[in-house]
């Protein structure tokens, strides 16, 4: 009987107090003690009103209906399939939502319908990856940061190829403790196409410029990201860069004038297919025989080999003790050393390498620079005495 009389009046009602009867005949069935005839009827109402012409309606049911176990299977499907707005507070919470029916909701649905079910607490893997491969970008951003989400590195992989050139995806990614050190150099390498880009796009450089300073800048952050990845994660790292396209000869070389022998022997082995063991066998043995024979395995351009041959005399020389700063930084003497020696060679095709090797010597100069700039800056100044005559002396 009330229901009928509600229906009755539904025809003709605002649809503002259709909305507030709406959301109370929806509590009822939810809360009340209705009787059998009373409960179908009431569930025929609340499936009718899912055609009712206001959204206000519509989402009055999906508010009440959004986080209920008891809900009308029926009426969440057709919610969780109507408008953004109506469809978001069930999407969102309802636990009657198959993954099934949300991975198809994120293929078809719009961005904020996406954002919703990533938002989603507990989310599964298999709703996470559909995100990840074909939702927005606002959904994935939210995805990131939905603590509760069971996100795999694959899928955080595939959001980098798609979304690591905007901003909010990739300061979110690498705000995250359970970043891959191949994940933070995708990033890196989406950042740097990004800024060479921009800088092209406005002409403050010419392109040819802009490439050389970007490839110039990468080089130096894979150095500083090598130095602060763990040790098991390194060859990860190498075999990302040799996919790439990034395992290059100038990377690798900066590497050894780092003194970052872990990232070099990586390098080497993944370039020769040879085990970790024996690559480091053959860089450390003073008997150079073994690491020409590595070198040529490895691929790397016959031109370069006098300066890998120098710098690893140079190290073996003790020439890196007492040399400032960490395993990300050009070290100056090495660099000069390994110059100085180069340049005796007598071939003319060895002048790329000398170019190379000088652009290396005036960062590894301009950088020890600086860190002594600092260092005098910070020491603490002397305190003024006095002399036998009562003067102020430094």
């Given at each position: ?18 909305a507030d ?5 929806a ?9 059998p ?13 899912l ?53 198809d909701l994120v ?12 938002s989603?607490p507990?989310?599964?893997r ?23 989400a069971?996100?795999t590195p694959?899928s955080?992989?595939r ?21 891959s050190a191949?994940?933070?150099?995708a ?12 800088v ?18 990468y ?6 990201l ?42 080497m082995?993944?370039l ?6 024996r ?27 006098p ?10 020389g003790?020439v ?8 990300a930084?050009?070290?100056r ?14 071939t ?12 290396f010597?005036v ?5 020890e ?26």
């Amino acid at each position: 009987m009330i229901v009928r009389q509600f229906l009755q009046w539904v025809r003709n009602a605002r649809p503002g107090d259709r909305a507030d009867a709406t959301s109370a005949l929806a509590r009822a069935y939810l809360h009340s003690d209705l009787s059998p005839d009373d409960l179908a009827a009431a569930e025929g109402a609340l499936i009718m009103l899912l055609d009712d012409p206001s959204p206000l309606v519509r989402r009055a049911l999906a508010e009440v209906f959004a986080s209920s176990q008891k809900a009308p299977q029926v009426v969440v499907n057709a919610l969780a399939n109507d408008q953004a707005d109506v469809a978001v507070p069930v999407l969102s919470r309802s636990p009657l939502l198959l993954d099934s029916d949300l991975v198809d909701l994120v293929a078809t649905g719009e961005a904020e319908t996406q954002a919703a079910i990533a938002s989603r607490p507990l989310l599964p893997r298999p709703v996470a990856a559909a995100i990840a491969e074909v939702g927005s970008a606002q959904a994935c951003l939210v995805l990131l940061e939905n603590a509760d989400a069971d996100v795999t590195p694959a899928s955080i992989d595939r959001i980098v190829d798609r979304f690591g050139h905007l901003a909010a995806i990739r300061e979110t990614l690498l705000s995250r403790p359970d970043i891959s050190a191949p994940t933070r150099q995708a990033l890196l390498t989406k950042l740097t196409e990004t800024l060479t880009g921009y800088v092209a796009a406005r002409r403050w450089l010419t392109p040819d410029h802009a490439q050389f300073a970007a490839k110039d800048s990468y080089e130096r952050a894979t150095l500083s990201l090598a130095a602060e990845a763990r040790y098991e994660e390194i060859a990860a790292l190498v075999q990302h860069l040799r996919d790439s396209g990034h395992l290059t000869p100038g990377l690798i070389l900066r590497a050894l004038l780092c003194g970052n022998i872990v990232l070099f022997e990586e390098a080497m082995a993944e370039l020769a297919g040879i085990p970790i063991d024996r690559v480091s066998s053959y860089i450390h043995d003073r008997n150079i025989s073994g690491f020409r024979a590595l070198y040529r395995k490895s691929g790397l351009p016959d031109i370069a080999y006098p300066a890998f041959r120098e710098a690893l005399a140079a190290l073996r020389g003790d020439v890196l003790i007492g040399e400032p700063g960490g395993v990300a930084r050009l070290k100056r003497r090495m660099v000069e050393h390994v110059l100085a020696r180069c340049e005796q060679e007598l071939t003319g095709e060895i002048e790329p390498l000398l170019t190379l090797l000088r652009r290396f010597a005036v960062e590894a100069a301009r950088e020890e620079a600086r860190m002594f700039c600092d260092d005098l800056v910070a020491a603490p100044l002397p305190m003024p005495v006095n002399d036998d005559h009562g003067r102020l002396v430094a």
